[in-house]
């Protein structure tokens, strides 16, 4: 009998990849069948995505995918997409795309949401969603569109006014393997437009945002229809599968933003007595939990309540991540490019990292200064010289005071999330990309003061290919017995701080 194979189609803001996970005797396999680079690209109005490019990314993955599981005896029996949170696409009557989608990086919803606080209050969305404030949600992106007062309203109205549907970035490609529109409640949930107790579109919400931004009239007709992780949305299309080789094979609603994936791969214990890290550009911090915590202690600390997979809530905070390390790694490369410093050797300059000496400053690493690219050594420097704190000299130094402060604010809000959950927490597990670097874990153990595990790298691909596998039929069937299927794949690591 072939042994059963799930294809992930993994996309991050960097990057994008397709992974295929053969279940085979209690463990998953992942392999990498293709990779592409991602980001925002300058249209001339702003920054957007280039989805045309994604799609062509992605086609190649599942056709290695598919020729990879011929070879190997390999039964491709799902395919599920997941991805980053808020940004989104709007189509047209026709089905196809009136522009490419905003990224969240762009400077269109600058002040956006202060404006619509100031119509519906924070704590009167917090009570409804949920959500911690932060700017470029897509109920922001979609006022900014609409609003005269924004640089970009113009498009955006004229947009708007022939878009029949929106959908997040993960529904999009999904909608284009199957030809189906749905909206998949863990992303969903990060739009500022669901309800977080009901796990249904906020109509309440809709309504006032629609009273208030006449602009968006026909925002409810606009979303698709609700779906949770494990639902068959369709098979391939025949346009598809004639691209691909692959035949009709069933693509499944996974938890379709990446962190949801992400916390489904994490091998938290059932006592929920750990937090998780899922570190890559983002870092998204917190605990999962029941039921959402909609306190003003909550809403004041600013913690998320995002849905997760069989009704529970990741309980979170975002930080901005290795976003500023990785930044800086960027612009170092491009100088050694152009003859003006050495190369970058990541592994080099975290070991001369950890010898630099700590604690020697905390950057306030979510700063809204540091949210756009470009030019990051030199807006590090600009903090710490106003801080009138001594300025790093080296890559090194630099780099050590980016993980520091990044490993600081770790600790704060495990301990923020632990207090306002009522969660005793005995431990930090750590995943994604971020897992890999252990000097900040072990920054992080010594911070916390807690055991660090780090692992799985993979944790979004293997959440991704166990939702598949369990609405299947031949992966475990609860939440638990798919983390011990992660357990089981991974060697996992025990970070201790530095000496």
Known sequence: ????????????????????????????????????????????????????????????????????????????????????????????????????????????TAGVADRVYERISFAGHYAVNGLQHLPFTTEFQLVAGVSTGSTSGGAGSTEWARASRLLLVPDLITYRLTGRQVAEVTNASTTGLLDARTRTWASGLLDRLVTEYPGLSGLGDRLPELVEPGTVVGPLRDAVREMTGLGPVPVFAVASHDTASAVVGTPLPEDGAAAYISSGTWSLVGVELPAPVLTDASREANFTNELGVDGTVRYLRNVMGLWILDECIREWTADASRGEGPPVDLGALLTEAAAEPGGRYLLAVDGDEFLAPGEMPARVRAAIRRSGAEVPETRAALARVVLDSLADTYARVVRQAGELAGTEIRAVHVVGGGSRNELLNRLTAAATGLPVVAGPAEATALGNVLVQARASGVGPQTLAGLRTVVRDSTDLQLAGPLP
């Open 1 to 108: 009998m072939s042994a059963p194979g799930f294809v992930a189609i993994d996309l991050g803001a960097t990057s994008g990849r397709v992974m295929l996970g053969v279940l085979d005797g209690g463990r998953v396999e992942l392999v990498e069948c293709g990779r592409f680079p991602n980001g925002p690209v300058d249209s001339g109005d702003g920054l957007r995505w280039d989805i045309e490019a994604l799609w062509a990314g992605i086609l190649d993955g599942l056709r290695s995918a598919g020729a990879l599981a011929e070879r190997t005896g390999v039964e491709v029996r799902g395919i599920g997409v997941d991805s980053w949170a808020i940004d989104h696409g709007l189509l047209g009557p026709d089905g196809g795309l009136v522009g490419d989608p905003w990224c969240y990086r762009d400077a269109r």
